[in-house]
């Protein structure tokens, strides 16, 4: 697989030299999170000047957790972005809501445990513009996503969607490569996966999934 086949999602950025790390490795999207439980968490005002520092052709990803409308106004106001993120529990309804409202791009995730959760990514499949395929949290978990969880690939081995796809979920410099190799997956998000610490990203780890992403 050649480098340009491999899409890569850095996710849970708050630091511009870690923005800076992930554009030189060559990743095609950052992403920030606004949810107050994350370590990862920004403000509107600190999303603001790290997206105004993000090159043209790289995609600005706001995450968002079951977000309602007063909050998602007040982002996408004042954060130039490319795509929302809804990593909660909105139902496909709410998706497509979100998606006339905002005229943005919108990125649904869905968590992977076993065999009964696919029928999920089929349906949210019909309403959103790309799928998250993310490891579900553990019951009573804090956050939906950035646990550092992966899910048993071979569950989604080669299997195609309506809408381009995302792999994420415990994915890291050392696994990420075999992770593309099973699934088949042409896109990978990784937050926890490059981090020295939660919430605080390693541009060394960025430079060196990436370049086993790409291969």
């Known amino acids: 697989m050649g480098p340009k086949d ?5 996710c849970g ?51 968002v957790v079951n977000a309602d409308d007063a909050l998602l106004d007040q982002i996408v106001a004042a954060v130039p ?16 809501e979100v998606k006339a409202r905002y005229g943005l791009p919108v990125m649904k995730a869905v968590g992977v445990a076993d065999e009964s959760d696919l029928p999920q990514l089929v349906e949210y499949g019909r309403v959103v513009d790309q799928l998250l395929v993310d490891a579900k949290p553990p019951k009573g978990a804090d956050l939906p996503g950035g646990n550092g969880l992966s899910f048993d690939w071979r569950l989604i081995a080669n299997r195609r969607w309506p809408v381009p796809w995302m792999l994420a979920g415990g994915l890291t410099p050392e ?41």
């Open 175 to 215: 696994n990420v490569a075999l992770a593309i190799q099973m699934t088949g997956a042409k896109q990978v998000d990784v937050s926890s996966g490059v981090e020295s610490a939660p919430g605080v990203k390693d541009p060394d780890l960025i430079a060196k999934l990436i370049a086993a992403a790409k291969g």
């Open 6 to 10: 491999i899409r890569v999602k850095i």
């Open 81 to 96: 972005l490319d795509m929302l993120q809804l990593h909660g529990s909105e139902t496909p309804e709410r998706v497509a």
């Open 13 to 63: 950025l708050s630091e511009s030299a870690h923005i800076d790390a992930a554009v030189a490795a060559g990743a095609t999207y950052v992403g920030f999170v606004f949810f107050p439980k994350s370590p990862r968490n920004v403000s509107i005002q600190q999303a603001r000047s790290l997206a105004a520092a993000v090159p043209p052709g790289v995609a600005k990803v706001a995450l």
